[in-house]
C-alpha cells in the first residue's frame, strides 16, 4: 500500500446513566472501528468486545488493499458467528432467552491502480462523518426504525433523537439472521477527516456541534 500518514484519537466513556459501557473501539491504523453494543451487562458489553476482538485480528494479520471489501465481510461474519454462538451459550446456561447484538462502523485504508482511498463501513446506527473544508457529512445511512420513518416523511431529521423508537435498530451483528452492511468508497481528498461514533454522541448533540468540535481541534487527540 502506498504510504500515508495518518493522525488520529480515540475515546469512550460510560456517561452519567449506566453502569456498563457497551461501546468499544479500535484504533490500529489503518484500520479503525466503533461498535455499540445492545443487551445490557454481559450482552451488549460482550457483544462489541467481540468486534474489535475480530478486526484486531485483522489488523495484526494484515489483509490485501485490493480486497478490502472482502476482508471486512469476511470479519463481520466471523463477529455475527461468535455472537450468536455466545447468546445460544448463555441461553443453554440459565435457561432464559438472552439477546446480544452490536453496531459496527469501520474505516480502513484500501488501494486501486488510481490511489490509497477510505473504505467505510456501517452496520447498525452507530455513524460514520467526514469532515471536509470546514463542512461536515454524515456518509453513512442509519440503519434504524427513525431513519425509515424520516425517509418516509412521517418526522423530520432534527426529531430522531428524542423520537420514543429511537433505539430501534433495524440491522445488526447477532441475532438469528445475518444483516448486509453498506460499503462506501472515498478518494483520500474528499474524506480529509474522518468521524467515527455511537449515538452516545449523536442522540446527546447535533450535526452542528459536531462539526463545530472537529473544526476547532486541530489535533486529532483532543
Given amino acids: 500500500m502506498s504510504r500515508v500518514e495518518l493522525h488520529y484519537g480515540a475515546a469512550t466513556d460510560v456517561g452519567q446513566v449506566r ?12 484500520l479503525f472501528v466503533v461498535a455499540d453494543g445492545m443487551g445490557g451487562h454481559e450482552g451488549g458489553d460482550v457483544a462489541s468486545r467481540i468486534v474489535v476482538e475480530e478486526f484486531a485480528r485483522l489488523a495484526e494479520e494484515g489483509y490485501d488493499p485490493r480486497r478490502g471489501p472482502e476482508a471486512v465481510a469476511d470479519t463481520l461474519t466471523a463477529c ?5 454462538e455466545y447468546a445460544e451459550e448463555q441461553s443453554r446456561r440459565t435457561g432464559r432467552d438472552f439477546q ?3 453496531t459496527a462502523a469501520v474505516a480502513l485504508l484500501v488501494e486501486d491502480d488510481e ?4 473504505l467505510l463501513v456501517n452496520l447498525g446506527d452507530s455513524r460514520i ?3 471536509v473544508d470546514g463542512e461536515l457529512e454524515q456518509v453513512s445511512v442509519d440503519h434504524s426504525l427513525v431513519q425509515e420513518l424520516v425517509e418516509d416523511g412521517s418526522i423530520t431529521r432534527e426529531e430522531m433523537g428524542t423520537h420514543p423508537a429511537r433505539h430501534v435498530v433495524t440491522r445488526a451483528l447477532g441475532g438469528p439472521d445475518r444483516s448486509d452492511a453498506d460499503y462506501f468508497l472515498l478518494p483520500l481528498p474528499r474524506a480529509e477527516r474522518i468521524l467515527l461514533c455511537s449515538d452516545g454522541i449523536t442522540e446527546m448533540i447535533d450535526d452542528e456541534a459536531v462539526a463545530t468540535i472537529v473544526g476547532e481541534a486541530v489535533d486529532p487527540r483532543d
Fill in 80 to 84: 455475527h458467528d461468535r455472537i450468536t
Fill in 129 to 131: 462523518y467526514r469532515f
Fill in 19 to 30: 453502569d456498563v459501557n457497551e461501546d468499544s473501539y479500535l484504533a490500529a491504523p489503518p
Fill in 100 to 102: 446480544a447484538g452490536t
Fill in 115 to 118: 490511489a490509497p482511498k477510505w
